[in-house]
């Protein structure tokens, strides 16, 4: 049954094409046809905020101020189903609204968005070298209020954060909030995981603009070259200097979780964007209203005392290096298929979805190698 449905889903593969690249186009060619619709949370803090339907509309994607006036005077814009007035461009209405233009809505951009940075792409919105940046990653609506939650380098890969408010991106970002960056690092040289656990959670020393710095990490798991640890930092290439300093240099960096916003949880293939919503969004409002914690795990010049030191999450008997396995393997081992791809292909080849989801898993590449060409091909 197998190699028939491996046959069929190889015929297939076209149809995927299409039914993927019509959801990727729009995020690649800022062009979409239909709005992204965000639930603002009760601790968003522009949700009771008023500012002008021009300056709102214009961050928004609808034109400059002036062409926003022009569709204004020509009667092409209605707020809550009635037609905006000729000179009421000035008028202030809530951010929370969601003005209509000549049939298009303009719904408030997302207070957090999650996108899944691909290698190669650096952390700028304009690269004066020509290289891939983040200027159209995201839809053109957001794209004006959005800006990114720190960096991560041009050959790291994995989840990067955009926010539309200074203030959460100061608290995201400052160690003295202690918000967790969790990473999938392959290193060189074998690997002792109780020792490097106990240098981590002690600290390693590395330069920062001249200031000696010492930076403490967890290490959750060792999986043969492959080690996921968490910071609470994120200064310039950190990870890569603290375990190149404690004798593992790194060979590859993926990033896959900030605070309690999750890769693995949104679904994302790379290059995609995804408003953050739900318990991962109230988690990060209410770190907008918090107060910093007392603790840091790094500290300058000198060594943090033991009292500050982290919790070890990594047990003693889990410390032992397990079965060798290399980044790429240990995120091949975790990818699952789209659940449209899986309904679509259940729907054509008339299989169960655990043989459905199987035969993707199988062919991942192929199809992702077949849909990227076909999208490339379109744009």
Request: proline share 4%.
């Amino acid at each position: 049954m197998s190699s028939h449905l491996d046959t069929m889903l190889i015929t297939l593969a076209t149809m995927l094409q299409h039914h993927r690249a019509a959801a990727w186009i729009p995020f690649r060619a800022s062009a979409c046809l239909s709005r992204t619709f965000v639930t603002m949370s009760t601790n968003d803090p522009l949700a009771d905020s008023l500012v002008r339907l021009d300056k709102l509309l214009s961050e928004r994607g609808a034109g400059s101020r002036k062409d926003v006036d022009k569709l204004i005077r020509k009667g092409l814009v209605t707020l809550n189903g009635e037609v905006v007035g000729k000179s009421d461009g000035k008028l202030k209405v809530p951010f929370s609204s969601c003005p209509i233009v000549d049939g298009y809505e303009y719904a408030p951009p997302p207070l957090l968005v999650a996108y899944y940075k691909p290698l190669g792409v650096v952390s700028s919105m304009r690269d004066d070298r020509g290289r891939a940046d983040l200027a159209t990653v995201l839809p053109l609506e957001w794209q004006s209020s959005m800006h990114p939650v720190g960096r991560l380098d041009a050959d790291t890969t994995g989840l990067l954060l955009f926010s539309r408010d200074g203030d959460l991106t100061h608290r995201l970002l400052h160690p003295r909030f202690v918000v967790e960056r969790e990473y999938l690092a392959e290193v060189e040289h074998p690997i002792d995981a109780a020792a490097l656990g106990a240098q981590l959670a002690e600290g390693v020393e590395t330069i920062e603009e001249g200031e000696s710095l010492v930076v403490q990490a967890q290490l959750l798991e060792v999986i043969g070259q492959t080690v996921r640890l968490v910071v609470t930092e994120g200064k310039y290439r950190m990870v890569r200097r603290v375990l190149a300093n404690a004798g593992h240099p790194v060979v590859a960096l993926h990033r896959v979780r900030y605070g309690e916003v999750r890769l693995d949880a949104l679904e994302l293939e790379e290059g995609d964007a995804v408003a953050i919503e739900g318990d991962a969004l109230e988690w990060a409002t209410s770190l907008a209203v918090a107060a910093p914690s007392a603790g840091s795990r790094s500290s300058r010049s000198s060594r943090s005392s033991e009292a500050d030191a982290p919790q070890r999450l990594v047990e003693k008997e889990a410390r032992q290096p397990v079965a060798r396995m290399d980044l790429a393997a240990a995120m091949e081992a975790a990818w699952t298929p789209r659940e449209s791809d899986v309904l679509l292909v259940v729907e054509q080849a008339d299989v169960a979805r655990e043989e459905a989801v199987e035969a993707l898993r199988r062919h991942r590449g192929d199809i992702w190698r077949r849909w990227r060409s076909s999208c490339e091909g379109r744009l």
